[in-house]
């Protein structure tokens, strides 16, 4: 059974600072890899997308990293903002035929002005 | 890029009332649509896959005649919470697969569900 968990669950740092997100799964036969921002009481946002053949993915200030064989994804955050806060969810799609995607809990970012 | 219209966005309903939630993909074809859950402060819990044109399939559970999904059209996938208690206020999520989109997922913007 697919578990993903995200290290820290909270961080709060000041503006401007670099900061890394961790997700961890158990299951290394994925299929992709997706990072969300989730804002209070909103929908979910894609950031990146990290196909399994992909090793990291970079949109602007955003990176992401793969790592399948030993279950682990970084979100790399550069020169943090005040509208970077929101929480931020990995999610691991499954290589089934089922297409299951199983999101870990989050973690929720503070940016400090 | 591709876009998923979740309906209503907030809705207030009394006890013992049926609330439909409507998720569509407004420029791709979804055969596949995905219904979650969350909590306050916490993950999004899969509840459901809706397949176009059969039966979806609920996961460990999930009371399937509380919950009662429809995917009647290869863009339109509904969600109907029979019976509403004050337990099944949350916050609820659709998504759907654009195939095109290298396999990513969209998602709606969420619908707040307050029973009374």
């Known amino acids: 059974k697919q578990e993903v968990t995200q290290i820290p669950a909270a961080l709060s740092v000041p503006e401007g600072e670099n900061l890394v997100l961790n997700c961890s799964f158990t299951d290394s036969a994925i299929y992709n890899l997706q990072w969300f921002r989730q804002d209070p009481g909103k929908g979910l946002t894609s950031l990146l997308l990290?196909?399994?053949?992909?090793r990291e993915q970079t949109s602007g200030r955003l990176n992401a990293s793969l790592d399948k064989s030993s279950g682990r994804s970084t979100l790399y955050i550069a020169a943090s903002q005040p509208g970077d806060s929101a929480t931020y969810l990995c999610?691991?799609?499954?290589?089934?035929?089922?297409?299951?995607?199983?999101f870990g809990p989050g973690t929720s970012l503070s940016v400090i002005p | 890029g591709a876009v998923v219209s979740q309906h209503p966005s907030r809705v207030i309903c009394k006890s013992g009332t049926s609330v439909k939630i409507e998720c569509r993909s407004l420029d791709f074809q979804a055969t596949t649509m995905f219904w979650y859950r969350q909590f306050p402060k916490k993950s999004l819990m899969l509840m459901a896959t809706?397949?176009?044109?059969?039966?979806?399939?609920?996961e460990q559970g999930v009371e399937k005649d509380k919950f009662l999904i429809n995917h009647a059209s290869l863009t339109l996938s509904t969600l109907t919470v029979t019976s509403a208690h004050p337990e099944d206020s949350s916050f609820y999520i659709c998504?759907?697969?654009?195939?095109?989109?290298?396999?990513?997922?969209?998602f709606g913007s969420g619908t707040r569900l307050t029973v009374v």
């Open positions: 990290i196909q399994s053949s992909q």
């Open positions: 809706s397949n176009e044109g059969s039966k979806a399939t609920y």
């Open positions: 999610a691991v799609r499954r290589r089934t035929s089922y297409d299951k995607v199983i």
């Open positions: 998504s759907a697969r654009d195939q095109t989109g290298g396999g990513g997922y969209t």
